[in-house]
């Protein structure tokens, strides 16, 4: 009987053996398509299951697989065959879960692949050595535009923003009311009531203390600039992360000069930085000292199979593809604490979270 897995698993599967198949990946470029410049040769991908490293090296159109008790070679048209087997399977189904296309248990039975996401602790989906085997691996992480991608940041309550509501003092049956207002996911509507009352929200700064540490890294008013784009994601409907910074340079909370707004282009840099501090391995409550994780890079997946690749050796375009593919997301109010008047130390907040996704177009 033919087991299931979901449109997430077998796409990293797929990616996978897309790039034993093709022996190389395009770069990819600052839009979001193939670098037509510019490939990188494979050489070899290790992969981790849970018996163990397997390393699939390629040697002209066969791939050798390397692991504890295993030498074998498979030739690598089959790799090609079962990729495309993979990709309309997922391509053909509604659900989430795909049932596995004819002939693939049996292929994954004879290459040993047991784990459809790969066994590792350091958050990589595989690592790859270009241009020779022994060239020291980078490890990559999997996106498919074909299923729900891993947000870039979502760190739930450790990621929410304090805003101190000012103006008028509001007594305790007006907070409720407040509370009450609408449906739990109606953050703009409570927001505007509490302006229509004779209130403001004036920003604060980050509620949890690792992370605006860690956003400090970046700037030390940083935590003002994220906070004031999600407020503007609810309020202006503004989602796409290079839009927002356009509107926060008009906004200027930081009340810089023009020419650093301008001519440096200070809040263009500074989100760049930050997306790709996330991309390679920045968590919001896990302190962050600049040094990079394991993750060296994305491997894209389009809705057609093309597969491009991102790394840090090629930082200027990774971040300029992430300025221009990302945008701010509403996570759960309940389960990231957020959009509702909270009193601490005598004073009410209002929080907003910030959650940042990959756009699928």
């Known amino acids: 009987m033919a087991f299931e897995a979901t ?6 599967l797929y990616t996978f053996f897309r790039l034993l198949a093709d022996g190389q990946v395009h770069a990819g470029n600052a839009e979001g398509t193939k670098d037509e410049a510019m490939t990188w040769p494979i050489a070899m ?10 390393q699939y090296i390629i040697e002209g159109e066969e791939i050798h697989i390397c692991g504890e008790n295993m030498d074998k070679r498979i030739p690598r048209e089959d790799f090609d065959t079962v990729a495309h087997l993979v990709l309309e399977a997922v391509k053909a189904s509604r659900e989430n879960d795909v049932e596995s296309p004819e002939g693939v ?3 994954l039975d004879e290459v040993a692949i047991f784990d459809l996401e790969a066994q590792t602790d350091d958050r990589t989906d ?31 309550r450790t990621a929410n923003f304090k805003f101190e509501q000012t103006g008028v003092k509001f007594a305790t049956p007006t907070v409720n009311k407040i509370n009450a207002f609408g449906e739990d996911d109606d953050v703009v509507g409570r927001m505007m009531m509490i302006e229509r009352l004779g209130g403001n929200l004036k920003f604060n700064d980050a509620a949890d203390k690792i992370f605006r540490s ?23 409907g503004i989602t796409k992360v290079s839009e927002l910074t356009e509107y926060i340079k008009q906004l200027n909370p930081l009340k810089i000069k023009d020419e650093l707004i301008n001519k440096h282009k200070f809040y263009e840099y500074k989100m760049k930085q930050f997306l790709l501090a996330l991309a390679l391995g920045m968590r919001p409550a896990k302190l ?3 040094t990079d994780s394991a993750i060296a890079g994305f491997l894209m997946m389009d809705a057609q199979g093309e597969v491009i690749a991102y790394q840090k050796a090629d930082k200027d375009t ?17 389960k990231d604490k957020y959009g509702y008047l909270e009193r601490e130390n005598g004073v009410y907040y209002f929080k907003l979270n910030l959650k940042i996704g990959l756009l699928k177009r």
Do not use: Q
């Open 105 to 107: 248990e049996e292929f």
């Open 214 to 236: 860690n956003l400090g890294m970046i700037d030390l008013h940083f935590p003002r600039v994220v906070g004031e784009m999600a407020r503007a994601m609810h309020l202006e």
């Open 45 to 54: 991908i290790r992969r981790e299951e849970h018996d163990g490293t397997r």
């Open 288 to 290: 962050y000292n600049g």
């Open 7 to 12: 449109k997430r698993e077998w796409c990293e």
């Open 126 to 156: 595989f690592y790859v050595s270009f241009f020779h085997k022994d060239t020291p691996p980078v490890g990559f992480c999997v996106r498919s535009k074909l299923t729900s991608m891993f947000p870039l940041l979502d760190g739930g």
């Open 318 to 334: 990774f971040a300029e593809f992430l300025y221009k593919n990302t945008r701010l997301e509403k996570g759960s109010t309940n």
